[in-house]
């Protein structure tokens, strides 16, 4: 086999590997699991939370969820800036948990 049909075979063979953690960050589909939220942060370049912020597909998931837009932005931001929930998708999942027990939808 020559390099390129190698080196093709390796990229082609690559794409077939599921990445779950890639899927973090995509939106949930309409209509399809009205109760999935998807948590998705930015994270700024450096460890500290200084720019971390919740990207909109999080926000707009609280929404459909029942929460008005104030709320569910104050919730994804209190997830996101917590400095715990840095590269620990699990303890982010448990938080926000918490927060929707502890304050669920008003309607």
Sequence with gaps: MTKT???ALGIGLAALIPLPAAAID??????????????SCFRGFLPDVI???PNS???DDL????????????IAEAIC?????VNNQGYMTQRLQQL???TPPKG
């Design 5 to 7: 049909f190698r080196a």
């Design 26 to 39: 995509y939106p949930t589909a309409p209509n399809n699991t009205p109760n999935r939220i998807t948590i």
């Design 51 to 53: 720019w971390d912020r």
């Design 57 to 59: 597909v999080f926000v």
């Design 63 to 74: 929404v459909k969820y029942g929460y008005d837009y104030p709320q569910a932005f104050a």
């Design 81 to 85: 800036r917590d400095e715990y929930g």
């Design 100 to 102: 929707i027990r502890d």
